[in-house]
Nanobody
Framework: VQLQAFGGGLAQAGGSLRLSCVAS????????MGWYRQAPGKQRELVAW???????KYSESVKGRFTISRDNAKNAVLLQMNSLKPEDTAVYYC?????????WGQGTLVTVSS
């Protein structure tokens, strides 16, 4: 398994959840690591990504509420999700982008109740 995601679950609106994704060292050390999500009936969309050098990009919909970070000791990328909204409900996917190739973790479901 190249990427393995953990976390997710059920939260109330306004609550918090944390996702983590552990990658193989060969991927993590060079890849842009990111999180994407896919809500029912919608296309997969970017949530946030972080480069190996620490450059970060957030989608406008999560900016100010979600925080992405890298734990280099654990080859993991973390997504702290605060102030959750029902529209954050989706399957969240971890991604490792090497440019020439992308890796995807299994999805983890996040459900936010109103």
């Amino acid at each position: 398994v190249q990427l393995q995601a953990f976390g997710g679950g059920l939260a109330q609106a306004g609550g918090s959840l944390r996702l983590s994704c552990v990658a193989s060292r060969g991927i993590f050390s060079v890849a842009v690591m990111g999180w994407y999500r896919q809500a029912p009936g919608k296309q997969r969309e970017l949530v946030a990504w972080i480069s190996s050098g620490g450059v970060i990009k957030y989608s406008e919909s999560v900016k100010g509420r979600f925080t992405i970070s890298r734990d280099n000791a654990k080859n993991a990328v973390l997504l702290q999700m605060n102030s959750l909204k029902p529209e954050d409900t989706a399957v969240y996917y971890c991604n490792g982008d090497l440019g020439s190739r992308q890796y995807w973790g299994q999805g983890t479901l996040v459900t936010v109740s109103s």
